[in-house]
């Protein structure tokens, strides 16, 4: 019964594979796959365009699709989507563009310049690592720049830094000596100690005063 029913149908295939038809369609199957395998390489061609600076890897993409042939070119895509690379030219311009809008906005904010930890605008130290930020003016109290040589407020005039870049402490001012006159008055000396008056008498200790031997003697 099968032998005879495929004895039916071998004939009617055979038919139909030879008719017109049938030929139309595998020729218009087989231009269609051609088309796709070309499309395809083209496709490869532009997307590695897209990806790339290099003017030889899109060549190289196009070509690897070419040589897989009709029969193996979509085994190729599959190869190709793997070992392409991930961004493309303007992706990564793009996202170039927001890492340095990120990174201007991050510098824009003000950040203690030893750890490049965010601090506040009225802090003096650094809480994380203790650097000093800031400073207060002596005269009006407000907060100044390390590097600011006067208060842009009240005009306070800064100690400033010399070449060796330790700070500049004023030395200490040398009490003047006193200078003599040009006129020294005279000294005056102490008035001299007289001696007292002699008597007629004499005094005590004087020749006068010592009683006369002359004419005790014998004579």
Known sequence: MFDSLFGDLEPALNDFIASDIFQVGVRALAVGILMIWLAS?????????????????P???AAWIVILTPLLFLFGLLIYRIVRPKETIAELNER?????????EVQSRPHCANCLRPVHDEWIICPTCRNRLRRVCPNCEHLVELDWTLCAWCGKDFERTDAS???YMPTARRQPTPSRPAFAPPSVAPPARTPPPIGPTGGPGSPAGRPSQVGTGPR
């Open 165 to 167: 870049g330790t700070a």
């Open 96 to 104: 170039a563009l927001a890492e340095e809008a990120m990174m201007a």
């Open 41 to 57: 390489a083209f496709w490869a061609y532009r997307d590695m365009r897209l990806r790339t600076a290099s003017a030889v890897w």
């Open 59 to 61: 060549y190289v993409a």
